[in-house]
């Protein structure tokens, strides 16, 4: 079933970037389903992160979607080649966001394999938060989407980690964050081959 709207209002993000894992993320685009189990996430603290787009408080065109209250997507470009999705978490105008940074094909495989040109059996068709939103189809056009809406949405199917499976880490890509660069906020599902490298810490 969906995950209610209330799910997302949890101001904890931290909680919810290592409870999504398990999750399965679901886009419908022109009829066709597809579907992955969500991975690998990093968790994005809002305007005390220094690795947030909203770190400061900072309010652009791009950021505002991030303030929105928890239950929708934060979809944007980088280095002008992929679309990285997130799902905003906690309350308005506190800038709490989780990005899914890997999944594991599960519903629609053919189609992600079209998309990717490429094999499922392949870690590389959804492995990083590029191939991960390409894979399901996901661009710009998602960005402030709900979570609750039938075109992108979030499944629980009882697939559960415990905390021996699940890795902690250093977020990826983010050195310009300083000492915030440092902080244990990527999460993972250990030995899944889905996961980004490094998957080992």
């Not at 309350?91 to 629609?108: K, T």
């Not at 890509?173 to 000492?179: F, I, N, P, R, T």
Request: proline share 4%.
């Amino acid at each position: 079933m969906k995950l209610p709207l209330s799910y997302y209002s949890n101001q904890d993000v931290l909680f919810l970037a290592q409870d999504l894992l398990g999750k399965v993320l679901f886009t419908e685009i022109n009829g066709e389903i597809t579907a992955g189990i969500i991975v690998e996430t990093e968790a994005y603290n809002g305007i005390y992160d220094k690795a947030s787009h909203a770190y400061g408080g900072r309010r652009t065109d791009r950021t505002e979607t991030l303030y929105s209250h928890g239950g929708i997507s934060y979809v944007y470009l980088c280095y002008g080649i992929h679309h990285l999705f997130n799902v905003v978490t906690s309350v308005e105008d506190e800038p709490h966001a989780v990005l899914v940074r890997a999944i594991q094909p599960l519903i629609g495989k053919e189609i992600m394999e079209y998309r990717r040109n490429m094999p499922v059996s392949k870690a590389a068709i959804s492995s990083g938060p590029g191939s991960a939103a390409k894979a399901l189809g996901i661009d710009r056009s998602f960005n402030k989407k709900g979570l609750e809406g039938n075109e992108i949405w979030i499944e629980d199917h009882g697939i559960r980690y415990p905390s021996g499976e699940i890795v902690t880490g250093p977020r990826i890509g983010v050195a310009y964050a300083q000492e915030d660069a440092l902080l244990p906020w990527r999460f993972f599902v250990k030995g899944n081959k889905y996961v980004s490298k490094p998957n080992t810490i």
